[in-house]
């Protein structure tokens, strides 16, 4: 019997997986353009200026506007849609922190809506079950890049006379029936942290095809002034949260190369899908048939213990990383949180800030779908599929060898 690596046998994979970032000559061309010019800032250059205008188009957008991140592009499209104290904002309790961090920093409140056990996506009749009087704004997360079901979003968004604002912070290039997602709802976030598909180490932006939305971001990111204004004229209070030159440069080479990433993602994707058909246990998450492109950051699957002599998803992770295939856990869910539970705390005025030890934190309504999957969930990042299909033959097999070695 063949002996797992785990327990010292031979990997089955020894070959590295494609590395990340990627670069070339045109990142830095970009960049050495930016370092003669002296024009280091977004005040003084035009790259940034030049990336949003290639950004917006290509999200199918009227506008956009570079920030610093986007968990800083969250904040400034909720406070632009006028949410603060005493809202309620609904999201997904199975997204990146800064989702409902965002919430906490202009003063509302998260309320997080469970998600579809299939797609790992916020469910809309969760939604619809969490509305109050004091929602303001619904934050569908699309996560991995897969879009979620937009139509029934803005229908009980339209109904309510609620803000959508999109977190795509996971989903460059990705698609709702033909429509690009970021501008389907009021405004849409997306990140360039040095993870993403397309990234300058930080850095994020906000789409939007609403002027008057799109005018209050630029003047919240660029500390309150407004276009045509004195350099001192702050007419409103915001941050400096204006990207650099230096980034923009990276993007616009990072952006003349995702379209061709995006094919080549796609295409691995679908054909590891079709490969772990073949194994049972390992369910791949669904998509949508509305899902007219999908960014594929994330390559998200279901894992069954009993298929696997009742080893735990855990364990499993091990066994699968020492036959030489990255994968990982992902996130827990949020409405757990200790982080989330505190601010909720401070925010009500029963803790204070910075407040630790023994304090007794509120507990939120259960999300029993996103709490069961966190539990049982495998995530291959979207490096992995700049590979080729003997890279997610590697997957299936090595998974097909722990099966057969744990049974």
Request: hydrophobic fraction near 45%; include cysteine; proline fraction near 6%.
């Amino acid at each position: 019997m063949e002996e797992l690596a785990i327990e010292g046998g031979t990997p089955l994979r020894t070959m590295p997986y494609p590395s990340w970032p990627v670069w070339d000559e045109r990142e830095q061309r970009q960049l050495l353009e930016v370092l003669h010019s002296g024009q280091w800032g977004i005040l003084d250059g035009g790259k940034v200026a030049q990336f949003e205008r290639a950004f917006a188009a290509y999200q199918g957008a009227r506008r956009a506007l570079c920030v610093t991140s986007g968990t800083a592009a969250l904040e400034v499209a909720l406070r632009a849609l006028g949410v603060g104290p005493g809202d309620e904002v609904i999201t997904s309790p199975y997204t990146f922190v800064a989702t409902p961090s965002a919430a906490f920093l202009v003063g509302a409140r998260p309320v997080f809506a469970d998600i579809d056990p299939a797609t790992y996506l916020i469910d809309p009749s969760q939604v619809e079950a969490a509305i109050t009087d004091r929602t303001r704004a619904i934050v569908p997360v699309h996560i991995g890049g897969c879009p979620c079901d937009m139509d029934a979003i803005m229908e009980i968004a339209r109904r309510h006379g609620l803000y959508v604002l999109e977190d795509a912070c996971q989903a460059w290039g990705a698609s709702w029936r033909g429509q690009p997602v970021g501008a389907i709802g009021d405004l849409g976030c997306f990140s360039f942290q040095a993870s993403k598909n397309i990234n300058a180490g930080e850095g994020g932006a906000i789409v939007s095809n609403d002027p008057e939305l799109a005018e209050r971001c630029w003047s919240l990111h660029n500390v309150g002034r407004v276009r045509e204004g004195a350099w001192y004229q702050h007419e409103f209070l915001g941050w400096n949260y204006r990207m650099t030159e230096w980034q923009g440069a990276v993007l616009l080479a990072q952006l003349d190369r995702l379209p061709e990433h995006v094919a080549l993602r796609a295409d691995n994707a679908a054909y590891l899908a079709a490969r772990l058909g073949e194994v049972e246990g390992i369910t791949p998450a669904a998509v949508d048939p509305r899902v007219t492109g999908h960014a594929w950051h994330l390559f998200i699957a279901t894992y069954d213990p009993a298929a696997f002599g009742g080893r735990t998803c855990a364990e499993f992770l091990k066994m699968l990383n020492a036959e030489g295939i990255p994968c990982s856990a992902g996130y827990v869910p949020l409405n757990r949180s200790p982080a989330i539970r505190r601010s909720l705390a401070e925010q009500a005025g029963e803790i204070g800030p910075w407040e630790l030890g023994e304090v007794d934190l509120p507990e939120l309504p259960a999300c029993p779908v996103a709490e069961d999957l966190c539990q049982r969930t495998i995530w291959f990042q979207q490096r992995l599929f700049l590979g080729d299909h003997e890279d997610m033959d590697d997957i299936a097999a090595a998974i097909a060898k722990i099966q057969r070695a744990v049974l």
